[in-house]
């Protein structure tokens, strides 16, 4: 059945006069689809089956619904009979729902605007169009007919005048005026080009105008302006330009010639007495008109490449060829944010002559398509790997096949990512064929937070995959070779290499299973990990031999080596050293280093310090060097290089050592000595004793890693052994590492106590960003040693030996006065992600031993713990803007902050908080965004590093539980929405259940499927588990079945378990695997074995709808329940009794349950957007509610440590919350609302405010302190939308969502009268008579009724005229007249005695009439309208008097006038409050700003101005103008936090809680949670910023 609800047409003239006519309307409405969700419909399966739903529609005025059978329905459509027109610019709303049921409804508006462009980017020449709109419910698909316009006669006439004789030159003509025009649109992107085709194109222009009044033609000007057209055309074939430059030159000059042409035809047309070109020639035109043409032809040749530029070329295709060569600049931009700035060391290449064999094999194996992709080079350390590496490279790069070529180096910070996003840099910058690919993705998705793997994949992988499909004919010549050098060195030292080496040879793995056309060379060590992955990837191996095995050539290579490395020592000698040293010391050499380059290299550099007889006899005679061992020759090295050195100074040896091997980034001389607070003579005395293993830079390096070995004494399990005493590294120069770490820890700590202070790099202004300041500026006041202190502290403390002391004064010092000063450093090196890291290390280190501190390091451990509260909450502002860690992170601390509290006496001339200021940190500690839908299932993993969830997106996602990064690209694979997630024992798998019917299991480090998807259900996998030994499976589905997986094979072991009459929305495991317990649809639990698959039990019945969660307590003992009806139950497992609850914690259905680890809590989350934590012996509330999610909350988790909990939304973010608060209870807080405030209204004696909300409630306030009075008022099922005063003030009448009209007693808070039913639709507005004995009310359902406030009867009514709903009504003064505001965009006056229409309607508004209001005077009426205009009309003649008054940029929502009419206040939807001059339509004050959504009411009372917002706050404004030059009423408050001045500048940061209620200077109170009111009195800004440091007053 279909109703239809059609307002009163005019007549079709008066129609026309008013809107565009029905024929050029272009749209129409066809069909509509509601496809409710899985979970949706599953909930509400059981109220489907007996009850109708409705889908309706309203375009402008008109309404029409369709009831549908709701009896097994997913998808219900509706057909219209006959399409219906959208008119230009009118919105359509549409409304689902099920009748007569207090379940889910959807309301959704499309604007006409949005129709529009949907359906222009759809296929062109589609007569139906889709329209798309994806609700938290449903999926709504709206059909649209596209109706053609139809041409009139003078269109017609139009197109034939056109088609004459004239049409080939005309065509010609405009085509070339549309290709500049093209070119002219483009706009900003060709800047350079747009001046030079602006001219060409008016020369073009004026010919075409002239040419086109003209009825006859001369045709020698034809062919001119033929050949000016050909030229334009050709000139734009931008295939034959690469650069903007370039086609700009090319204009340049053409343009003189095209304006001599432009000049000639105007010329001769002025020149004539009628308004055609002349048919004869004046003197001198044909010359001109013959050597223009000839110009024009020598312009074309001059660029001619042989074809004919006009037959293939189209405008689309020109603007095409433009925005991509324009594009070039953005691309470039985008490939510079991919590139690493990864600077790799230039080693030596192989000598010419040398290794030729092995670089020959490299070069055939490289230009062998048909074998492997990938080889592999490997060899004992010093073999010369890297060497051949860089030379083959070399040889790759001179014939343009390198692709790129990257070494690993443990100290220079090289990773995986860097890794790949280097060679995807490289790939870009060759091979254009990639580089559309790549930079197509990093348009669509930031590279912050990618991780190795999904770098690899989405930028080097898949480009090159499609390169291999596509039809690009590249020559074998040019495709790429990727050389990785030093494979074992990746991940740098401490044995964090070995999970760097899996990631990239699991790449490797993946690169060989590309197209054999891309080559990767890799070289490493010989080592066993290494080894066993190369065993099972397709690759060529390739080995180079040393020791007993050396191969000859090898020997020849080194001797030409030394041959080479003596020539070089002996240069500006020869005459003294001729043939030094002669060919049997060479032969000699050559034979002792048994293939190992790095033993003949660094002996030569042990030579080169003093080359003469004295040290070539020492080293042929007199060290004990065995051939080729390299170890030998270190420590011969180190003993003769610090003979005769004292212990003391030995010890300096060590410890410089041992810096530059524990150090993550390569340092001067200058810079350790700088750490160490070493003489800077004494750090050079010693690196120039140790040049024979030193690298020869700057920066310190050791040249090989072998060396580094030798000091750690390590052997590689590539040696053959372990090395022999006598050739170890000497006891003296042992380098023990855990000591290097806590020595370098101390001396940083010591550093960084004297170096640290405020202000270090003289920032003049707070109002300036850290990037706005010059590297310079940093870098001099923060030095390498500085900057590397500041940066790795924490690191070298965690790798520092754990028995070790090291609360010494130095870090006491650091932390009670160094702390903040650290922040503000590492804010200006962009470092301040690694102060929690530092922070964390320094807890944790300290944590086992806090029992036995004394109270001096017990302090300093809760500063540290703090410090990392601290930097979470405002890393927002600290990591912008430094001078903002002691201006706003400071003053917005909470009171208990150990951080604020002993620094904030420093730190006066900062803003305060008058008022409200936080006791304690906030529970939510981190909000995760990256799922573009609902997040329906969260977990933490057993080893509680990392969070994996599920989304309506399809995708799974695993997230870093401390820092909320992702660790891993999405997981994809699934069709259907991911309803559940969860971890294997050890951490290295998540399992996942789908809507698609299948559950997958992923490898966490690769995001790969670790086997096929598992399937058998039938319907929806709403839940799984993994058993507790991780061998098992267990999930739950819309099958109403439960089965068992093998997780190891992915084949179902037990099941399906039926018994369950609906679906399965969980499952769970006994701890002791056992057992399963499930919960469905059908309101029960059932228990059963985990090996039979029977029911243990009967079924646990209590719950009077959907259990959407069940949880096993660690004992195994108990079961607890979370269900629809809205509670949570404990039961006994032996008996099935309800042993605690039911809990009516939830106001809405309870979405998951979990026990705590320790099993004394419960964890519970719901759809009225809250988490609970409950008692579960007691089932009392603990903490809770949890509130900040904006939508439901689906599922909720225990940390493994049970000190945090993780949700998942439908709001799509995941939050991180500390569940052990110190407050017992957290919100709602007591004396604000909890959903929108709609209305507010002023006593008349101005002393209180009452207030009606989206929360069912009304309040009554102090309108002078914003301190809740009565309230509150509950009695109404739905909204409040409207409240009101009687003019007594001892009544309130309210209007409500449910459709009546209630009457309330202020004192008690009692309802006195009411409801008052009659409205079919909810009501809108309610206002009282001047003698408070009647109510008028304003419905949805387009009437008004007036009531008798004493009998609740309806005294007139329906008053019936407005076609659409009545928004607003109010009485007249005397009480004589009504008048109402409407969606029809009319204003109507009614007589209130008799009921009738008297004056209107009034039209003048283009939109909505949402509020009008009498003057007090009763001459005139105010209106506010969603046009965002006001207007003023003549209460006596209906005419505008004054307006529109134009400032909103919103819909105006509310208005009122001030006591004495001469203002008017008006509230918006752009969330501000403006007062008006009522006589001239000016703007007296505004506008305010502070609310952070829709203002839905405004009234003025005596003190100012009161209002209320979908923010559900209210705000009580005092009108006099504040001249506070900084935070104004005006300031704007940033949705990141930052509030501006007038000058746009950033004056400080607020957190989060803070916004919604922020008192702004004009404000006497507002009513909402977190109410902050700021003192600036003292605060410094700007230029004065550092007045706020006050270090003398804290003393």
Known sequence: MVHKTTAIMPPPAQASARGPPQANVGIAVKAIAVELNSRVRNRIKSVLSHKECTISFIIGTDTETKSLDGKYGR???????????????????????????????????????????????????????????????????????????????????????????????????????????????????????????????????????????????????????????????????????????????????????????????????????????????????????????????????????????????????????????????????????????????????????????????????????????????????????????????????????????????RKSGTSRSILWRYISYKLAQEYPVCRDDIVSKLKVGSLHNKTATEIFRQLVAEPLRQWARSTANISHHRLPVIVIDALDECGGLGGSSRQEREDILSHIDEWAKLHPHFKLIVTSRFEHDISHSFSTIPHLSLGIDTGDAVKPESTRDIQRYIEHRFKKMAKGHESELVNWPGEDVVHDLSQRASGIFIWAATLLNYIEENPDEGRLYEVQHSLVLPPGNVYALYRQILENAFSGWKHEECRNVVTLVGTIVAAQLSLTSDD????????????????????????????????????????????????????????????????????????????????????????????????????????????????????????????????????????????????????????????????????????????????????????????????????????????????????????????????????????????????????EKLADWPAEQMVIRGHDEPVLAVAFAPDGQRIASGSHDNTVRIWDAHTGQTVTAPFEGHTGSVWSVAFSSDSRHVVSGSGDHTIRIWDVQTGQAAMDPLQGHKDSVYFIAFSPNGRYIVSGSGDKTIRIWDAQTGQAVMGPFEGHEDAVWTVAFSPDGRHVVSGSADRTIRIWNAQTGQAVMKPFEGHKSHIFSVAFS??????????????????????????????????????????????????????????????????????GPFTGHKNHVFFVAFSPDGQRIVSGSGDETIRIWDAQTSQTVIGPLEGHHEGPVNSVAVSPDGQLVVSGSGDKTIRIWDAQTGQEVIGPFEGHESWVNSVVFSPDGQRIASGSRNKTIEIWDVRTGQMVTGPFKGHELWVNSVAFSSDGRHVVSGSADKTIWIWNVQTGRAVMGPLEGHEGPVNSVMFSPDGQHIVSGSGDKTIRIWDAQTGRAVIGPLEGHKDSVNSVAFSPNGQQIASGSDDTTIRIWDAQTGQTVVGPFKGHKGAVNSIAFSSNGQHIVSGSSDKTVWIWDALTGKTVIGPFKGHEDSVKSVAFSPYGVVSSSDDKTIRIWHVEDHNLESFTDQSDLCKDGWVLNASEERLFWVPHLHRLSLYRPSNVAVIGPYKTRLDLSRAAFGRDWTRCHTPSLAK
Not at 356 to 365: D, G, M, N, R, V
Not at 806 to 824: A, C, G, H, Q, Y
């Open 1114 to 1183: 660690p004992d195994g003992q108990r079961i607890a329940s979370g269900s629809g009806d809205n509670t949570i139950r404990i039961w006994d497992v032996q008996t099935g009794q309800t042993v605690v609850g039911p809990l009516e914690r939830h106001k809405l259905w309870v979405n998951a349950v979990a026990f705590s680890p320790s099993g004394q809590h419960i964890v519970s989350c719901s759809d009225d957007e809250t988490i609970w934590i409950s008692d579960a012996q007691t089932g009392q509330a603990v903490i």
């Open 672 to 915: 350790v000595a700088s750490l160490l607070h070493m003489r800077a003579a004494t750090a050079r005395m010693i690196c120039k004793r140790l040049r024979p293993v030193l690298d020869g830079g700057d920066m310190l390096r050791f040249t090989h890693q072998s060396f580094v070995d030798f000091l750690l004494a390590h052997t590689n399990d590539s040696d053959n052994g372990p090395v022999e005493h006598e050739f170890s590294c000497p006891e003296t120069f042992h380098i023990d590492l855990l000591a290097a770490h806590h020595h370098l820890t101390e001396s940083m700590f010591c550093l960084m106590n004297q170096r640290l202070r405020f202000n270090m790099c003289n920032i003049e202004s707070s109002f300036m960003y850290n990037k706005a300041l010059p590297q310079s500026q940093v870098d001099n006041a923060i030095n390498r040693s500085l900057s590397y202190a500041c940066q790795f502290w924490g690191f070298h403390l965690d790798h520092s030996p754990r028995e070790i002391n090291l609360v010494s004064p130095d870090i006491r010092t650091f932390m009670k006065e160094k702390l903040l000063f650290w922040f503000e450093a590492l804010s200006l090196l962009g470092a301040l992600n690694t102060a929690v890291q530092a922070l964390v290390r320094f807890q944790q280190r300290f944590r086992p031993t806090t029992s036995k501190m004394d109270r001096t390091m017990e302090n300093v451990v809760m500063l540290a713990r703090d410090a990392i509260k601290f930097v979470q909450y405002f890393a927002p502002a600290m990591a912008q803007s430094a001078p903002h860690i002691y201006m706003s992170a400071l003053p917005f601390s909470p009171r208990s902050s150990v951080v604020a509290n002993v620094y904030g006496p420093q730190f006066r001339n900062t803003i305060t908080i008058a008022y």
């Open 75 to 409: 998808t219900f459509r509706w057909d219209l009979d006959v399409s219906r027109d959208i008119p230009f610019g009118t919105p359509l709303t549409i409304y689902w729902k099920i009748e007569e049921s207090s379940g889910p409804s959807l309301e959704i508006a499309l604007d006409y605007e949005d129709i529009i462009n949907e359906v222009n980017n759809e296929a062109s020449g589609a007569l139906e169009h889709k329209y798309v709109y994806k609700h938290q419910y449903a999926k709504v698909t709206v059909t649209f007919a596209l109706n053609k316009p139809i041409l009139q006669p003078e269109d017609m006439g139009n197109i034939l005048e056109i088609a004459g004789r004239r049409k080939s030159i005309l065509d010609r003509l405009g085509k070339s005026k549309n290709i500049l025009r093209s070119v002219i649109d483009l706009g900003v992107a060709l800047g350079e080009l747009n001046s030079v085709a602006s001219a060409v194109f008016s020369c073009l222009d004026v010919v075409y105008k002239k040419l086109e009044e003209q009825d006859e033609e001369n045709g020698d000007v034809l062919d001119l302006v033929a050949d000016m057209s050909d030229v334009i055309g050709f000139t734009f074939d931008v295939e034959q330009f690469t650069t903007i430059a370039q086609l700009k030159s090319v204009i340049v000059e053409m343009r003189g010639l095209m304006q001599e042409v432009g000049d000639l035809v105007v010329k001769r047309d002025n020149r004539s007495n009628s308004k055609e070109l002349s048919s004869a020639l004046l003197s001198g035109d044909r010359d001109k008109i013959d050597n223009l043409k000839g110009r024009l032809s020598r312009f074309k040749q001059k660029f001619d490449r042989g074809i004919d530029i006009q037959t293939i070329i189209t405008v689309e295709t020109i603007k095409a060829q433009l925005k991509k060569l324009a594009s070039a600049t953005e691309d470039a931009r985008y490939l510079e944010e991919l590139n690493p700035r990864y600077n790799r060391a230039d080693p030596p290449r192989c000598l010419q002559g040398t290794r030729e064999t092995i670089l020959s094999e490299i070069a055939e194996w490289s230009n062998d398509f048909d074998a492997s992709n990938v080889l592999w080079i490997h060899a004992y350390p010093g073999a010369g790997k890297s060497t051949i590496a860089f030379t083959i490279a070399r040889q790759l790069e001179e014939d343009r096949r390198l692709g790129a070529v990257f070494a690993f180096d």
